[in-house]
């Protein structure tokens, strides 16, 4: 399947920001096809939110800040609506916060969610992979 509208979530955007082994390079390698104009990388706000309160507590203001300017500057963001979460406390996924990413995701028109949380998006009709399982896909 050739995946080209990809959805990344927080974890794989901490994974680069805070290199996190062993999982950097494929995270950066996901990030890194933002860069490509055969993809549409995106994320959702409430990601962004995510890797500021962790990148401020690791770097601090100003860097978590330039951090997320460097991902608005990568990345198409979703912007979370009512719709989107009444959407999720519809649904029934079992974690609130990544449903509110799977219905990010789907109206944004995603092919797949890269995610390192596969196990709590059980409820997904898209497609859900890691980031060394997206890569394997190209």
Same mark, same amino acid.
């Given at each position: 399947?050739? *995946?080209?509208? !990809?959805? @990344? =979530?927080?974890d794989?955007?901490?994974? #680069?920001?805070?290199?996190r082994?062993?999982?950097?390079e494929?995270s950066? =390698?996901v990030?890194?096809?933002?860069? +490509?104009?055969?993809?549409?990388?995106?994320t959702? $706000?409430?990601?962004l939110? +995510? $890797?500021?309160?962790?990148?401020?507590?690791?770097f601090?203001?100003?860097?978590?800040?330039?951090? !997320?300017?460097?991902?608005?500057?990568?990345?198409? #963001?979703? /912007?979370e609506?009512?719709? @989107? #979460?009444?959407?999720?406390?519809?649904?029934?996924?079992?974690?609130f916060?990544?449903?509110?990413?799977? *219905?990010?995701?789907?109206? +944004?028109?995603? =092919? #797949? !969610?890269? /995610?390192?949380? !596969?196990?709590? *998006?059980?409820?997904s009709?898209?497609p859900?992979l890691?980031?060394?399982?997206?890569l394997? /896909?190209?």
């Open positions: 399947m050739a *995946y080209k509208n !990809i959805f @990344i =979530d927080s794989i955007l901490l994974d #680069v920001f805070l290199n082994y062993p999982h950097y494929s950066a =390698d990030l890194l096809l933002s860069d +490509n104009r055969n993809y549409n990388c995106s959702s $706000v409430h990601a939110l +995510n $890797v500021h309160y962790i990148a401020k507590r690791s601090g203001e100003k860097n978590a800040r330039n951090a !997320i300017k460097s991902l608005t500057e990568r990345l198409s #963001v979703v /912007t609506d009512i719709k @989107i #979460v009444d959407d999720a406390l519809a649904s029934d996924f079992s974690d916060e990544d449903a509110v990413q799977y *219905y990010a995701a789907a109206s +944004n028109s995603a =092919d #797949v !969610i890269i /995610t390192r949380n !596969i196990k709590d *998006y059980k409820q009709t898209i859900v890691t980031a060394e399982q997206f394997r /896909t190209l």
